[in-house]
């Protein structure tokens, strides 16, 4: 689990450097080949040093899970238990990916000397940052999901009630809100799907991957919010208390509490957009 963490936060990191290939097939007239290597910037984002702050709280996000996963006690644990920890714990960095891949949606690719970027470029660029967005957020969904059934059905064993404790509480408010942030967002990717199966009848794979709304914006950002608060609430718990060092515990959950605070108060690098162009 741990090095599936990693890799899933290895491609979150690598993707945008990956669309350098893309934008030469979108413009194959120009020859990026004498070209010296492509800078990122955005309009907003003029120094390196914020762009390294805005990808710290995926590798944070990621060590704070993996340090959590390795400490517990896991030759001793349910097994279902166990399920339901490594079922949740990638919902930290993948979430914080998600977000910072929204974020970074805008931004630009501007070479330091040759031809200035294109729209076609500037599309293809965020297209893939919605895209790892889509990916990332839909992984800790999922894997999430895994963890609240593991859960359930621990507890049923045991003969405990549920959604007793303020962890479970806080927990059942975070996937609700990130099933609905999901429900919400299917209109949007398929509606060229249903619009050409309503007028022609055939059935085509054409997600659309650039839209806004406001909706799922908020509601996504309460879920990541939430989840932490989730996260939090799990590791200073009873059970994290009793299984965890209190030096652990208090690293753990200062961790999480960075983690928010450089999603939410952290400058944003990208530029503000009209409704509906490009992004979530």
Known sequence: MAVTMALLALAAVHVPLRTVPCVARAAPAVRLAR????????????????????????????????????????????????????????????GAAARVAVRRRSLKLPPTDGPPPTPSMRKARATWM??????????????????????????????????????????????????????????????????????????????????????????????????LAAAASGISGPWGRRVLAPPFVATACGAVLVIGVLQYLAPNPAPSRRRGRGGT
């Open 35 to 94: 070209a010296p290597p492509l800078v990122m910037q955005s309009v907003d984002e003029p120094a390196a040093p914020l762009s390294v702050l805005t990808w710290f709280p995926v590798w944070l996000a990621l060590g704070t899970s993996g340090a959590v996963l390795a400490a517990v006690p896991r030759s001793t644990m349910p097994r279902l238990l166990l399920l339901h920890l490594c079922g949740v714990a990638p919902l930290l960095p993948l």
């Open 130 to 227: 919605v895209k790892l967005h889509a990916i990332a957020s839909a992984g800790g969904l999922y894997s999430a999901v895994i963890g609240v059934v593991a859960i359930y059905a621990n507890k049923a064993a045991a003969g405990k009630p549920h959604l007793a404790s303020l962890h479970s509480r806080v927990g059942a408010s975070a996937m609700a809100l990130w099933l609905a942030s999901y429900l919400v967002a299917q209109p949007h990717i398929w509606r060229d799907v249903w619009r050409v199966l309503r007028k022609e009848g055939r059935l085509t794979f054409r997600p659309r991957y650039l839209w806004a709304d406001a909706l799922h914006r908020r509601l996504g950002n309460a879920a990541i919010a939430v989840s």
